[in-house]
């Protein structure tokens, strides 16, 4: 169940708030509402991006298997012609 909270605004982002609410034909809650949860996604799907990157570099740390980028782009170079491979064998 949805609980009420508060957010101090100041008088100037309010207004904008309001005039866009106003143009959208849509309350100003539900404008403010709506803005917050794009920005919570788009920094759960950064945050998300960021943890892969740290879980990738551990496990190079772990074991040294990689890829160059060349041996990478090559790979991607035959997936966008539309050759269906399998991706390179890691190495150290």
Do not use: N
Request: proline share 3%; hydrophobic share 35%; aromatic share 6%.
């Amino acid at each position: 169940m949805p609980t009420a909270t508060s957010i101090k605004l100041d008088d100037e982002l309010k207004e904008r708030i309001r005039q866009l609410a106003e143009a959208r034909r849509r309350s100003a809650h539900w404008i403010m509402r709506e803005a917050i949860e794009q920005y919570v996604e788009k920094e759960e799907r950064r945050e998300a991006f960021h943890q892969d990157g740290q879980r990738a570099w551990e496990g190079y740390r772990q074991d040294g298997l990689h890829l160059t980028s060349e041996e990478a782009d090559a790979w991607l170079a035959k997936l966008e012609a539309g050759e269906d491979v399998d991706p390179p064998a890691c190495h150290t």
